[in-house]
């Protein structure tokens, strides 16, 4: 004799499996939709830093004891006055967000650069939050006045003897999230100016921070 309850109990199972796995199916798919709607906010969100262009618009640079400098695009204000120094540098921001800086390093420039990122305790902060908007240009600035300060001294030495330094900049978003890290070198061509390029970006908060 037919076994009814046996077959029925048969197709339940079957039935109950094939629900299962379909669920399964759905919930990676929406997980996976989930990621990639988050990665491209993520994107649409990311500030990435580069030199100004030599045609950008020249700015006007103040420091807090009224020195101020004028920085033309593509530039380095690299420059000693008394005991002080006065850096800043012409940036452009190729991401789709508003780049803020944060912090900044600088040392001398080493042949053999490092494909890792500075420890973030070496990054001193800045004063006061300089905003870079998407597409278009802005400057990074830094004073220093402490002669016994490394920083003071690696950028004193490259000043006067008319040679290229690196500068770190830490920078975020506007919401303070995706930190990178991108290395510029400051390089002299005459007596008086300065070039800088880019050799590296560190995206911090992403999993593998490249």
Known sequence: MTDWSAISNGATGAG???LALATFASVRSSNRS????????SLGMRPVLVPARL??????IFWSDDHYEKLRGGHVVATIDGE????????????????????????????????????LALFREQTRDLYVPPGDLSFWQAGLRDPEDERYKIAHNAIVNREAFIVHLLYSD???GQRTITRFAAFPISEERWLSSVSKHWFLDRHDGQ
Request: no cysteine.
């Open 16 to 18: 109950t499996l094939v």
């Open 55 to 60: 045609e950008d618009r020249e700015e006007k």
């Open 174 to 176: 506007h919401e303070g």
């Open 34 to 41: 989930a990621r990639v709607a988050e990665r491209a906010l």
């Open 84 to 119: 002080n120094i006065y850096l800043a540098m012409s940036v452009r921001n190729v991401g789709n967000g508003i780049g803020v800086l944060q912090g900044w390093h600088v040392e001398a420039r080493d042949q053999n650069l490092s494909i890792e990122p500075r420890d």
